[in-house]
């Protein structure tokens, strides 16, 4: 376990409130701060009126914050902060100061104050705020920490799963070509998930390039007529590369609802990306399961944009003038906070206009200079022509060398609306069939065995990647033993095995 940070001095327990130190030598500041700071009993006030009673206070009980008063008679608040960075760092500080000089702010911020307030204090509610605001990051901080320890013992223990199976894996001396030919299939099935085919937009037209950078990838994106007149265009990038990233991106299109169910009216952008947030939210919450996805409603009649974003790269729209409108991000990336909201913005499309829509993907091949990426893009949508707009990007691939030393790091998905670039055409690319990396022939050396293994609240869930026999039964069984629960169902998935005997199959199936 990593000892890069330290955990807290006096962890809270679940049900402990939450407790303020205020430190200063005028009872009518007590009585003040008492007033503004307690809230119906849910955080623990104290007040001392010296350092010294604080040090007392600080050796002895927990606090998440302490609220002092630079001049004091015995000793003042900076001092203070000083022997509390050696013997208690635990709690923030927030400084108050009669005198409000910037030598004094300076020196309490270097401390590590959180905040720093003069007085006659101008709004207590700003006080109020920042201690809020102080707590809240500390506990932030704390589940920070209890995640980063659970997942470092995770890793830990996955680390020492995979030696054992790859020391398995040596006798074997398995190929490769059953898994490679597993993640082909699965490029085949990821593409029919895109549209094959472009709905009729009256004076628009849709163009659409997809490249990923390994078989299967995260990007996704789908052009879906809602109506007589209006069209939803979808894009959406899942966090990592490969198989995973994959499965999120297809896991976010299921979710997706654009219209109520109940009413069956069409469903506002911004409405559309809650709601599969807080599928996501709730159903797959892990640290590095997130999603950006940009949602635009079009009207193809009148020309009406309507687009939300979720962490995504900026909506372009390129004017028949040259100038460029950016719609930035309108939320937070989709399956972090159940409860995001996100906001939404409209404009039109004029003849002339072009609107884009992109992976940061496109950055690899645009930006030229590695340095002003969406302004290399923005420079490629002035220039893009109405014959082939995508050319450039659609042959990227091929110039650079799919996988060479300078192969497509990312995955790229490109989607572009006008009504001057000819006619609609989507360019899924073609799955790959070539191995993903050259056979050696040499069979003392087999790739890795891998048991992967997940749950949730109703299931628990084994994956076998490799060759399953006689070999590695025992220790299978004994993975799947330790994970079982009498409340939760354990669903088996050998899509990925390349091979099972009968004695592991006597294993998965016992009597």
């Known amino acids: 376990m990593s000892t890069s940070k330290t955990p ?4 809270p327990a679940a049900d402990t409130p939450d407790a303020v130190l205020i430190v200063d030598d005028n009872t009518a500041i007590h009585q003040m701060l008492q007033g503004v700071l307690q809230r119906d009993g849910s955080r623990q006030l104290v007040s001392v009126k010296s350092a ?3 040090r007392e206070r600080l050796l002895a009980s927990r606090f998440d914050v302490v609220v002092t008063d630079i001049s004091m008679p015995d000793e003042d ?3 203070l902060m000083r022997w509390a960075a050696e013997h208690c760092p635990d709690p923030d500080w927030i400084v108050l100061t009669g005198h409000g000089t910037l030598d004094a702010a300076i020196q309490a911020l270097q401390l590590g104050a959180f905040d720093f307030f003069t007085k006659p204090l101008e709004s207590l509610t700003a006080l109020d705020h920042s201690v809020s605001n102080a707590i809240e990051r500390r506990r932030l901080m704390r589940e920070g920490d209890r995640l980063h320890r ?9 680390k020492e799963k995979i030696g054992q199976l790859e020391s398995a894996c040596r006798l ?8 490679h030919a597993d993640l082909r299939r699965a490029s085949v099935i990821q593409r029919a998930l895109l549209p094959r085919k472009a709905p009729e937009l009256g004076r628009f037209a849709v163009r659409a390039l997809y490249r990923p950078s390994q078989v299967v990838g995260g990007d996704l994106y789908d052009v879906i007529r809602v109506d007589s007149h209006r069209t939803a265009l979808v894009m959406a990038d899942a966090a990592g590369h490969g198989l995973s990233a994959a499965m999120l991106a297809v896991v976010f299109r299921q979710q ?8 069956r009216q069409v469903l506002e952008p911004s409405e559309v990306l809650e709601r599969v947030n807080r599928a996501l939210a709730e159903d797959f919450a892990a640290p590095s ?13 009148s020309g009406t944009l309507c687009a939300a974003s979720a962490g995504h790269t900026p909506l372009l729209v390129r004017r028949a003038s040259g100038k460029i409108d950016r719609i930035p991000s309108t939320g937070p990336a989709l399956g972090l906070y159940e409860n995001a909201r996100f906001g939404q913005q409209e404009l039109e499309l004029h003849p002339g206009d072009l609107l884009l829509l992109h992976s940061d993907g496109a950055y690899e091949v645009l930006d030229s200079d590695h340095g002003k990426p969406l302004e290399a893009v923005e420079q490629w949508l002035r220039g893009a022509g109405k014959s082939d707009p995508l050319q450039r990007i659609a042959h990227w691939d091929k110039d650079v060398g799919a996988h060479g030393p300078n192969a497509q790091a990312d995955d790229i998905t490109i989607l572009l609306v006008g009504s001057d670039i000819g006619p609609s055409s989507l360019d899924n690319g073609t799955p790959a069939h070539a191995p993903l990396g050259a056979s050696t022939g040499a069979t003392d050396a087999p790739p890795p065995v891998e048991v992967l293994m997940g749950s949730d609240s109703d299931h628990i869930a084994v994956s076998l990647r490799g060759r399953a026999d006689w070999s590695r039964s025992a220790s299978f069984y004994d993975s799947c033993a330790q994970a079982l629960d009498p409340g939760r169902p354990l669903i088996l998935d050998l899509s990925l095995c ?3 005997d009968s004695t592991f199959l006597g294993t998965c199936c016992p009597r």
Do not use: C, K
Not at 150 to 158: F, I, K, R, V
Not at 289 to 301: C, G, K, P, S, V
């Open 77 to 79: 608040g900076l001092s």
């Open 52 to 54: 010294r009673e604080a």
């Open 289 to 301: 399961l997130f999603i950006t996805a940009a949602y635009a409603l079009l009207d193809t009649r």
């Open 498 to 500: 390349q091979h099972m």
């Open 8 to 11: 807290p001095l006096y962890p």
């Open 172 to 179: 074997l001396g398995e190929q490769a070509e059953t898994i």
């Open 150 to 158: 659970e997942l470092e013992s995770a890793n830990e223990e996955l």
């Open 256 to 263: 997706l609802s654009l219209v109520d169910s109940d009413t």
